[in-house]
């Protein structure tokens, strides 16, 4: 057992659909989640630099919150300083860049699929790099072909608050066309913000193509960690240990206490805006936020 809060960061509110999802899946984990919003976007960012505020925020996060693992709830910073975080962080450290691909792989029937993300995370290669990986440990019947695309855009969309305008409509239009034109089946929201825009990609993408969160499949692995390690907060029972067929089943069925943790938000920027969208787009009252500077 160990109640310490479990550290969750991202370039801004994109995070929350992890928190969103943490909440939901270990209602008892205490949560410290910050949203770097003074040096957002990162997906515009060399990688050496998102790397850099990475390792700035771990250290803050494990510091002064004494947190006992870290959720790196953005994509451009999995792909930028995932290995650095594991190999240098005293706490476990969870991306968000496998699990979703994991996922993506099992809910794919054509083996047709997609990848979108931000410029940064597309150009790094790292869903390329880690489809190939896990491809080597199946059977060789099991062919998958990858579009990646690109989504300069969406990040600001719904930085703004903007989820289903016409204008995010017509973006997604042009944005998703090479993935529609590969008839991809299954989708990745491969940005942690996206799972925000997930009406209009569905409306564009078509109904019979399957979007895939990365979120909820994190929220799945934070929960196996917690287990695995013996690391679950003493105000929650987890139960059980979880397979891919079983997950969804084991997470409805654990018994969980009463008791739920807290969250504690944390901002680089306007605090009074995170907190206002936040509490928006968290469908969750967020009370205070808190300044971070650096
Ligand atoms: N949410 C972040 C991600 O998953 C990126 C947003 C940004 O560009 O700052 O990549």
Redesign the pocket.
Known sequence: MDDRPIGIF???F??LTVVRALVDLVPGEEIVYLGDTGR?????RPLNEVKEFALEIANYLIDSYDVKLLVVA????SAAALEELEATMTVPVIG?IEPGVRAMVRASASGRVGVI??VG?IASGAYQNFLLKELVNREPSHEIFLTCAACPGF?EFVERGDLESEQVHILAERLLKPLIDEKVDTLLLG???YPFLARTIADVMGSEVVLVSSAEETAFEVRDLLVREKINSGRSSIEGHFTSSSRSKVASSSTLSAENGTQTFLSSGDVELFRTLGTRLLEMEIPRVFQVTW
């Open positions: 991202d370039s801004g994109g995070g957002y976007p990162y997906g515009t953005c994509n451009t910073a968000v993300g931000t995370t990040v940005c942690t913000h």
